[in-house]
């Protein structure tokens, strides 16, 4: 996998296009470009076993968020407020995302 590029960031809204949590409009917490990869809140919940520890001297069953590949979300335009595929424009020298359904600039 040569291009690691993505264009959805941490603090982006997304919806989920495929999968169990299909249909969930949610943001971004963290990005993972090398293995193109989100966690997206509340999205893919998986529980864990945690062990006690000094932060957390009860232990128990925690619920974590696991990454999802970016190819199933989908950006929500801020503007629009559709999910849509996302653009590239060079303005004044800077690149910049685009919404590819009103075509309005999103950052």
């Known amino acids: 996998m040569s291009n690691n590029k993505m264009r ?9 296009i495929s999968g169990k949590d299909k249909g969930v409009k949610s943001s971004v917490m963290r990005a993972i470009p ?14 864990k076993a945690q062990r006690p520890t000094r932060d957390n001297p009860q232990g128990g ?4 968020e696991r990454p999802i590949h970016v190819s199933t979300v989908m950006l929500v335009c801020p503007k629009c407020s559709k999910s849509t595929r996302v653009g ?20």
Request: hydrophobic share 40%.
């Open 61 to 64: 069953i925690m619920q974590v």
């Open 34 to 47: 090398e293995s193109r990869k989100v966690v997206v809140e509340k999205v893919a919940v998986a529980k």
């Open 8 to 16: 959805i960031k941490k603090g982006d809204t997304v919806e989920v």
């Open 88 to 107: 590239m424009k060079v303005e004044e020298g800077k690149k910049v995302r685009i919404c590819k359904k009103c075509g309005k600039e999103i950052d």
